[in-house]
């Protein structure tokens, strides 16, 4: 080594080890303040919506974005932030996450759910880790990374924090979606919640499959315990569950056969079932009731026949020839059935999946989601939507006990979104907006 690389070597080093040690200083302030994030009690059913959209305020003051709180329905506040584009003629896009979360048995977590504890393997335990403050907190972080290497959008971002997704959405992006607010923001394509990956690559989802709430009720004579006889309720009932589940088999067989996700078959549940004549002691068991009923929770594809599956209910699980009758408690295909393009008709597909790879990351097959959120409402109202959270190598545990998100997990994800919304913000093309598509 000569004299001179000596020198520079020995010139980079304090700088070098001055870079690390504020990188390292910078993931602890990032992390702590996911924590402080997580440590908001939002769960539902009595989330302190105002002490998390205080907080988030003042991260967005932290980084001078334009602020709103939209209380669409009072007491669940929903707040809007705004980094605006050098472009105002340009569609803007939103980032959007929710602020609530579902409820815990403390005693069966290793870590208080609310503490978010870190683990000596940097597992941040905490309702919410996953589902998901994790995005909410990490749309911020690639924010204030991106104004400090002095990147300035040309197109509009907007974030929203929304309340309510997990009791449904119906006082949160359904009615923000309605707003004459949200007309006048101009988006082409939002980006909300996806689900983890136990593999290398992220997961993304362009659809959702259609919640079908159903309850089957049989009657039929009743009698004694001990006679056989025909068309009784609970035997017209257990037709129909053998017949549902011979349903769920072959929709079942069709996902373990590979090749196609969780969201590309029909899934059917049964969720509860209710039956027998009640006594001081239990159910009087020499009597055949005279009513029974179950609830079933099915799940239906954008693409599925459901006129068949419809059918199928009228004909088979429900004739009326029977004594059969039923309940539908969420219609399914109460809104259009939408899903956002994933091939080279939507520049919004190609930017994301190259902003990932160049980021370090991969995504895998778009799939179906294959539960509801808040991305049917936008998808409905005609915008784009991507069902994305950048969490690889972790376990599902949305809505589980033990919630964690390791803390590398959780950084790299926002250099994914930093790589995401620098794409987005300096796409300078006019088209892109579901109109056109
Ligand atoms: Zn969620």
Redesign the pocket.
Known sequence: MGRISTFLLLLQTPILLLLCVSAADDDEAIVSRFQEYLRIDTVQPKPDYYKAVDFLNSQAQSLSLESQTIELVKGKPLLLLKWPGSDPSLPAFLLNS?TDVVPFEDSKWTHHPLHAHIDPHGNIYARGSQ??KCVGMQYLEAIRKLQASGFKPIRSVYLSFVPD??IGGHDGVEKFVQSQLFKSLNIAVVLD?GLTSPSESYRVFYGERSPWWLVIKAKGPPGHGAKLYDNSAMENLLKTIESIRRFRAAQFDLLKAGGIGEGDVVSVNINFLKAGTPSPTGFVMNLQPSEAEAGFDIRIPPNYDSEALERRLVEEWAPAGRNMSFEQFKQKFSGKQVVTATDDSNPWWSLLENAVKEAGGRTSKPEIFPAS?DARYFRQAGLLAFGFSPISNTPGL?HDHNEYLGKDVYLKGIDVYVSIIKAYASYESKSGSRDEL
């Open positions: 929710h589902d998901m997704e997990e919640e959120t949305l």
